[in-house]
T-cell receptor, first 115, second 114 residues
Framework: EAGVTQFPSHSVIEKGQTVTLRCDPISGHDNLYWYRRVMGKEIKFLLHFVKESKQDESGMPNNRFLAERTGGTYSTLKVQPAELEDSGVYFC?????????????FGSGTQLSVL | GDSVTQMEGPVTLSEEAFLTINCTYTATGYPSLFWYVQYPGEGLQLLLKATKADDKGSNKGFEATYRKETTSFHLEKGSVQVSDSAVYFCALSPPSGGYQKVTFGTGTKLQVIP
C-alpha cells in the first residue's frame, strides 16, 4: 500500500513568488491534514479536510495560504505571494478516522525555502 | 493552551550508549502522550504512546512512562544503534481527541555514531 506522498520534496523560490505544494493521501482516507514546522520550531496544525470539505482551517496563518481538495482525493496548498517567514517544512497527513491521533500517517514533507 | 517542551538537540551519542530525551507538557485534564520519529527522508511515524497516568509505552527498545505528577513523558533507550539516528517529536492530544488538537514539541535530533 502506497503511503502519503508529497511533492515537491524541496522548493526554493524568491519572495513574492507563488508555490503550490501537493499531497496525495493514502487511498480511502477521507481525512487529510496539513501541518508546518517553521525554523526548527514545533510542528503546528494548519487545516483539516474531510473529503473535499474544510473541517477546520483555524491554523492557517493568513490569506496568502489557500488549500484545496477538489474531488476529495489529493490536496494542494498554495502560498501566494510567498514571504521569508513561510520557509519551513510542510507536512501532510491522512487517516481513515478522525478520532485517534495514533492513526495518522504522515508524508515526508516539502522543504520550502523562500529567499 | 496545551504545550509540549522537549530538550533541544542535536544529541550525539556513541553506539550502545543510553539515551534520554526529556519531554514535559502543559495540558488540562489527562491528555494522551506520544513520541513520533522522523527518519531521514521519511515522514513522521508513531513510535509509542501512553493514554493514562503511569502507562508505559514501548516500541523498538524505546520506552516512555506517563508521569502525571511531574507532567513528563521522557523517552529512553538502553542501547542506541546507528539506525536510531532521526528526529524525535514529543506530542499530546487532549482527551476529546481530534487530530487538529495534536500539539507537538520542537523535535530533538539524535545522531548515533559508530
Amino acid at each position: 500500500e502506497a503511503g502519503v506522498t508529497q511533492f515537491p520534496s524541496h522548493s526554493v523560490i524568491e519572495k513574492g513568488q507563488t508555490v503550490t505544494l501537493r499531497c496525495d493521501p493514502i487511498s480511502g482516507h477521507d481525512n487529510l491534514y496539513w501541518y508546518r514546522r517553521v525554523m526548527g520550531k514545533e510542528i503546528k496544525f494548519l487545516l483539516h479536510f474531510v473529503k473535499e470539505s474544510k473541517q477546520d482551517e483555524s491554523g492557517m496563518p493568513n490569506n496568502r495560504f489557500l488549500a484545496e481538495r477538489t474531488g476529495g482525493t489529493y490536496s494542494t496548498l498554495k502560498v501566494q505571494p510567498a514571504e521569508l517567514e513561510d520557509s519551513g517544512v510542510y507536512f501532510c497527513a491522512s487517516s481513515q478516522e478522525d478520532s485517534l491521533a495514533e492513526k495518522l500517517f504522515f508524508g515526508s514533507g516539502t522543504q520550502l525555502s523562500v529567499l | 493552551g496545551d504545550s509540549v517542551t522537549q530538550m533541544e538537540g542535536p544529541v550525539t551519542l556513541s553506539e550502545e550508549a543510553f539515551l534520554t530525551i526529556n519531554c514535559t507538557y502543559t495540558a488540562t485534564g489527562y491528555p494522551s502522550l506520544f513520541w513520533y520519529v522522523q527518519y531521514p527522508g521519511e515522514g513522521l511515524q508513531l513510535l509509542l504512546k501512553a493514554t493514562k497516568a503511569d502507562d508505559k509505552g514501548s516500541n523498538k527498545g524505546f520506552e516512555a512512562t506517563y508521569r502525571k505528577e511531574t507532567t513528563s513523558f521522557h523517552l529512553e533507550k538502553g542501547s542506541v544503534q546507528v539506525s536510531d539516528s532521526a528526529v524525535y517529536f514529543c506530542a499530546l492530544s487532549p482527551p476529546s481527541g481530534g487530530y487538529q488538537k495534536v500539539t507537538f514539541g520542537t523535535g530533538t535530533k539524535l545522531q548515533v555514531i559508530p
